[in-house]
């Protein structure tokens, strides 16, 4: 345990940012999944609206330092590709 004044803030400050960082990485998962969950049935109508919440919750993502903007762009290349793919059948 952290002895010192400084050393104490710091270990409040960590506790304090990593419950922020963990709820930032589970909104950013569970759009996720309900994009992928939105996939897998289907459905043209709410695909749309659930991949702009997605791009949507992956951009928040990024300004907030939870994922690299590469691999926010990475993610919505790939859920884009498999968008078009379910319109387009």
């Known amino acids: 345990m952290a002895n ?3 050393s104490l803030k710091r270990a409040r400050q960590t506790v304090r940012k990593t ?3 963990r709820a930032n990485k589970s909104k950013l998962r569970t759009a996720l999944r309900s994009m992928r969950d939105a996939l897998t049935a289907g ?6 609206e659930t ?4 791009v949507s919750a992956l951009d928040k993502s ?3 330092g939870v994922i690299h903007k590469n691999t926010a762009s990475r993610y919505k ?3 884009n590709a498999r968008v078009k793919a379910v ?3």
């Open 51 to 54: 991949y702009r919440k997605t």
């Open 4 to 6: 010192h004044v400084s």
């Open 77 to 79: 290349s790939r859920l």
């Open 87 to 89: 319109v387009k059948a």
């Open 62 to 64: 990024v300004q907030k």
């Open 43 to 48: 459905d043209k109508t709410t695909l749309n």
């Open 19 to 21: 419950g922020v960082n």
